[in-house]
């Protein structure tokens, strides 16, 4: 009963990674570690192939061996989180132009406080 349901996860969380990656605010990376903690326990195949991802493979690899983030992902992400801030900032009335920032300033002390690798 298990297996559908963690490979019906595993496909959402792949979705849901992708849009991530063309939408500021949502991450990418942290859902593909999801979906590979699903696959594992659904379906092997697609795990591997998620472990294979010349891009997305070695931050799940990190993630999973030393829970650590890449550099390269935490200045990304600060980039992408600062650009998220500006166009809130420009673009939103206040209380919600406080948003972006304060899930910038949350994700981003998280994600700095992890080792790198």
């Known amino acids: 009963?298990?297996?559908?349901?963690?490979?019906?996860?595993?496909?959402?969380?792949?979705?849901?990674g992708v849009v991530g990656a063309f939408l500021p605010l949502l991450p990418t990376t942290p859902f593909l570690i999801l979906?590979?903690?699903?696959?594992?326990?659904?379906?092997?195949?697609?795990?591997?192939?998620?472990?294979?991802?010349?891009?997305?493979?070695?931050?799940?690899?990190?993630?999973?061996?030393?829970?650590?983030?890449?550099?390269?992902?935490?200045?990304?992400?600060?980039?992408?989180?600062?650009i998220s801030v500006a166009v809130g900032w420009l673009t939103l009335t206040p209380p919600w132009a406080y948003v972006p920032m304060g899930v910038a300033v949350l994700v981003l002390g998280w994600m700095w406080s992890r080792p790198s690798v």
Do not use: C, N, Q
């Not at 009963?1 to 969380?13: E, I, N, T």
């Not at 991802?53 to 600062?82: E, F, N, Q, Y």
């Open 35 to 82: 979906a590979a903690w699903f696959f594992a326990r659904s379906h092997p195949e697609w795990e591997a192939r998620l472990l294979a991802h010349p891009k997305a493979g070695p931050a799940i690899r990190a993630w999973r061996d030393h829970r650590a983030v890449p550099v390269v992902a935490k200045r990304s992400a600060t980039v992408l989180l600062a």
């Open 1 to 16: 009963m298990k297996a559908p349901v963690y490979k019906a996860l595993g496909a959402l969380s792949v979705v849901l």
